[in-house]
Structures are given as C-alpha cells and as structure tokens.
C-alpha cells in the first residue's frame, strides 16, 4: 500500500512531463518510419515502433490514446502506400491493431488509476481511522500511566516509609550511644544493643527491670517527682552513673526526652558513655595543676585582655607575680598601668595603646611595683589577638614572667664583663709592653757573640716563656674580638697571608726551620684575624717539637659537591699526634702530649675563627696511618672570585 502512495505521488509529481515524453516519442518513432521507409526505400516494417508512444498514451491519458493510434495507424497506411504504391489490407489491419491496442491499454490504465483513486480513499479513511484510535489509545494510555504512576508513587512512599522504619529501628539498634524507652511506671519498654552490651544484661532481661535497677542515682521513691519534673520541662540533661551485671559504674550523660504516644507517656533518653570525657576532664585537671605548678616555679603566668571592656582574666601566678593572693580581685588595664613603676609608665602605655588601636602585639620588659612594695622586673608579650565574628579585634592573649632574678643576674654578669675587660685591656697593653721589654733585652744579652752555649740555653728559657706570655694575651684578645665581632669579612688572599706569617717564624733562635710554600692564589672572605689561623699553626708546629724541622705548606682551589674552596694544607715532620688526640685538638684547653707548655688556646682560636668563616679545620698524619712521621693540618674555606 505505501508502494502504491508511492506511485501515485509519483504520477502526480511527473504529470507535467507526460506531453514532453509523448511528443518526442512519437517524433523518433515517425522520424525512423519515414526515413527507413519513405526516404531510404527500404521495405522493412518499422511501423511496430509506433506501438511504443501508444502505449505511453494509453498510459498517460486512457482511451484518448485511441486518437494516437488513429493518427498512426493513417501514417502507416500512407507509408505502405509510399513504399509499395498499393494500400494493403495488412496495413489496414496494423492500423486497426493500433486502435485496439490502444483502446485496450487506455481501459487497463483507467481502470488502474480508478482503483488507484480507491485504494487512496481507503487508504485516507484507514488513516484517520487510525490517528482516531491512536488518539483514543494515547488517552487510554495517558489515564492508565497517571493511575499506574499514582499507584507506584503510593508504593514507593509506602516502601519508604517501611525502609526508613526498618532504617530508624536498624540505626537505633546498631547505634554507638545507649537508648532506652522508658515509661511513667519506670519500666524498661525498649533497649538497643548498646546498652545491653554495656551492662551486660540481654534485652529480655533489661525490660523486665525498672530504671532505678541500673541507674542507683534514681531512687524509686523519688521516680514520681522526677517523671512530674520531665513532664513539665519536656526535656533535661544530666550525668548520671549505670550499674552493669558485675558492679560496676560506668559515668554516662543523659539527654532525656518526654514523648506521647498513642496514649502513653515515654521517655526517650539517649544515654552516652562519658569514660573517656571524664577521664580526659581528670587528666586536664591534673594538667592545670601541673601547669599551675610549673607556673609558680618558672615564675611565668598567662593573661587575657578583653579589649572591648579592658577587663582580664589572670592565671594564679599573674596574681602571685603582682603579689596578690589567687583570684583577690578582678585585674583591669587601669589596675595594671597603675602597678607599672613610673620611669616605665610610659613605654607600657604605648605598648598597650598600639594594640588597642593598631592591633599590634608587643614584647616588652618593664618594672612594676608589687603590692608589698617590693621592685620586680617583667617581661609581658602579647603574642595573639582573637577577632570577633565582624572581624574586629576583641581579645588579646599573652604572658608575664617575673623576671626579676634574671635581670639582677644580666646586671652582675654587665658587671663581671666590665672588669673582664679591664683585666684584658691590662693583660694587652700592661702587661704585654713589660713582656717586649724583656723580650728586647734578652734578644739583645743573646745577640752578643761571648756568651757561653750554657749560658745561652739558660737565656733562652725566660724569652720563651715571655714569647709564650706575649701570644697567650695576643690570642685571648684575638678571640675576644672574634667573639664580638670587632673585624669586618672582607675578600683575602690567602696564599698573601700565609706570606706574611712566614716570615716571622723564619729565624727562630736555635732552630733549623726550613718552609716549603706552595700554591696558587685563592681568595676567601674572611678579617684580619685569618693572620692568627695560620701563625698559631705553624708556631704550635715549632713549639711542639725540637731540633730541625720541615714545614711543607701548599694552597690549592678545589671543588667540593659543587661549591669552590681554597684549602690549605700545613705538614711538618715533627713527632706528631696521637689518634687519640687528634679529636681533643680544637677543644678549649687542650694540648697534645709535649713537653711544650702552652695554655690551649692557640688552636680553639683557629677553629673559632675558621667556624666563622664558613669553613672546616681538621689534623691528620702526614704520612697516613703513621702518626710518628708529622702531623698536617688541613683547612677548607669557602672560596670567592
């Protein structure tokens, strides 16, 4: 049926061609007629291609295709009568089977195009027949998916509401905390598993006793007044303790809920477990004690300032620290300022108006004058400050420490450095001068040429004790300096400096020194003082040892995970060190084992210094693994372009 639409619309669509396709047909057809038989001569029927646009006609336009085969069946008797000169009754008969043909294809394709229009007619009232059950059946539909959705709708609220139920009932028996329904009698009408593992009892046993049965602090004679009590208030929470099978008391908060119920009175009361809460409450107790304690020793309190009222709260040192018993009065901003001693006044008064009005928290000592009258000195740091929910400041925390111990301490050690120094200015100039005065004359008794051997050797022992004098109070001011840091790091030259050491060292009186220096330019920062690093080594190489001695100092720029270091090796021959000196070497107050005196400070002050230049020093055998054959010194420092 769509197949026939189909060819309809077709017909329809192409109707306008129809003309167009018949009229050239109908001209190729007479067009090969004629000339094959008229033109040409040739006596060959091409007449039978004149049934072609009879049937085209036929088809087209019905029995008006008769009026087609006519015309052709003329023309087809003229061409006879052309070619042969007679008109034959086969020609006749032809033009009478165009006719017929004709007539006959013209019938059939009416009577197609009749049922066509028939079949369409059905077709229309098939189709509206169609949308109107459609329609009917949509509606139909759309009714019985409303029922079937009210219906599914009322199914899934009710398994709902069942889920939830059975979710309600599942969480209240699974839940963490205790849950108990009580009613107005005191008698156990519902307990979750939490509970009933709690105490030990099963669920029968549970809700045949009364609720003063596991809780002693209700007592049955007082359950009315209580229940009254709930009734009125709707709810009420309170710690209470449960009693479990073996005895024992467990400490519990109880969120009591009056509810009715279809007629009965319950109480719901959610029951949580406080062990652990009570525990912790103990512990911080003990904490505050503790802290409260340790306060007291350290002489340390904290405080809060309310900003908007200007009132504090004190920890009991705070109290102590002021002189005033815990908790004797309310402190204020005001009680404070007026505790604060009068030279100071004003630094705390800026202090507590910068943050007051800049937010700003502060570190400051002062002194203040206690309630005995007693002068104590502080130290107060505001080291927090808590906003309100606008985001405006509303509380600042800190703390106070009497620290008054420790500035009367801070006073006596300014005073013990004071006559320190003093004592060092002595040493460094007094002292020191009246070392060279002897060390001139004695240079000047052994410069003459009469003096016995004997005699010389006992010259030599006073100028070396004065020698060793003159750098003990050379290296303690040295270090003195270092500490305070009176030399300024500047670019050096190493192997300059170890040029200007030699030469000190280079006619010591009675000794065969030779050097051999080595090395290149490098240069690290560093002060004056790297002049010290390398004259104490080489002299405690010369001090330690006696007869002749070979020096071998080398300069070399190496590289060291990356970085760039000048180091500089210092080996002689001496006697060496022991392994188990080696590590005491740079510890204040250590010597090796020589018969050399000296007061440890020569090499403490190399490390020192080197400490201070970022580098490292060590000692090491010169010949490795024999400590007999000389010692080395080895010194890395960071180097610089």
Wanted: aromatic share 10%.
């Amino acid at each position: 049926m769509a197949m026939d639409q189909a060819v309809l619309a077709g017909n329809s669509k192409y109707r306008k061609y129809y003309p167009v396709i018949l009229g050239l047909t109908l001209a190729i057809v007479i067009f090969l007629a004629v000339y094959v038989n008229v033109i040409l001569g040739i006596e060959v029927v091409y007449t039978h291609l004149f049934y072609i646009p009879i049937i085209l006609a036929g088809i087209f336009y019905h029995r008006k295709a008769v009026y087609v085969a006519l015309a052709l069946g003329v023309l087809h008797i003229f061409l006879s009568f052309a070619a042969d000169g007679m008109m034959p009754y086969e020609s006749f008969l032809r033009a009478i089977i165009f006719v017929a043909t004709a007539y006959l294809v013209g019938t059939i394709s009416a009577r197609k195009d009749l049922l066509y229009d028939r079949l369409r007619a059905s077709e229309d009232s098939l189709r509206r027949m169609r949308d109107t059950l459609e329609l009917q059946v949509r509606e139909r539909t759309r009714q019985l998916s409303s029922v079937n959705e009210s219906l599914q709708n009322e199914i899934a609220e009710r398994n709902r509401a069942e889920k939830s139920l059975m979710l309600a009932r599942f969480s209240i028996d699974r839940a963490a905390d205790f849950i108990a329904w009580i009613k107005s009698d005191g008698s156990l009408n519902y307990v979750n598993d939490a509970l009933c593992r709690a105490t030990g009892y099963t669920r029968d046993e549970m809700l045949v006793m009364k609720a003063w049965d596991i809780e002693p602090e209700t007592l049955k004679e007082k359950w009315p007044e209580i229940w009254q009590s709930l009734k009125e208030s709707g709810s009420c929470h309170a710690e209470s303790t449960l009693r479990t099978r073996d005895g024992r008391l467990i400490p519990v908060a109880i969120m009591n809920n009056y509810l009715q119920f279809r007629g009965e009175e319950y109480n719901c009361a959610y029951i949580r477990d406080i062990t652990k809460r009570k525990l912790a409450e103990n512990a911080l107790k003990k904490s505050r004690t503790i802290l409260a304690r340790a306060q007291k020793i350290a002489h340390v309190g904290n405080l809060a300032w309310d900003l908007k009222t200007d009132g504090m709260q004190w920890s009991d040192e705070v109290y102590r620290i002021f002189g005033y018993e815990p908790g004797a009065l309310l402190p204020t901003k005001d009680m404070v300022l007026s505790s604060v001693f009068a030279e100071d006044h004003e630094l705390v008064s800026r202090a507590f108006d910068a943050a007051v009005r800049e937010n700003r928290l502060f570190d400051i000592d002062f002194r203040i004058v206690a309630r005995d009258g007693s002068l104590r000195y502080v130290n107060c740091v505001a080291d927090r400050l808590a906003r309100d929910p606008a985001g405006n400041p509303a509380w600042i925390y800190g703390i106070i420490q009497d620290i008054t111990k420790r500035k009367l301490a801070e006073t006596e050690l300014q005073d013990a450095k004071a006559q320190a120094e003093l004592y060092l200015d002595l040493m460094s100039h007094d002292i020191n001068n009246m070392n060279q005065i002897g060390i001139g004359y004695l240079e000047l008794v052994l410069s003459r040429g009469d003096l016995s051997d004997e005699t010389r050797a006992l010259l030599n022992k006073p100028l070396e004790a004065l020698e060793s004098s003159s750098r003990l109070i050379r290296n303690v001011t040295s270090l003195q300096r270092a500490r305070e840091g009176g030399f300024c790091a500047a670019r050096m030259n190493v192997r300059g400096v170890i040029g200007d050491v030699l030469p000190r060292y280079a006619g010591v009186s009675g000794r065969d020194i030779r050097f051999e220096f080595n090395g290149c330019d490098c240069f690290v920062m560093a002060n004056d003082l790297l002049f010290d690093v390398f004259s104490n080594i080489i002299g405690n190489a010369i001090k330690h040892s006696s007869g002749p001695l070979a020096i071998n100092i080398n300069v070399e720029r190496v590289l060291e995970d990356g970085k760039a270091y000048c180091l500089i090796s210092v080996a002689d021959n001496g006697p060496g060190i022991p392994d188990r000196i080696k590590g005491q070497l740079f510890v204040r107050f250590q010597r090796g084992a020589t018969q050399a005196t000296g007061r440890g400070l020569g090499l403490y002050l190399v490390k020192t210094l080197v400490d201070d230049y970022h580098g490292t020093v060590w000692a090491e055998d010169r010949v490795p693994g024999d400590h007999t054959q000389g010692a080395k010194f080895v010194i890395m420092l960071p180097a610089v372009e």
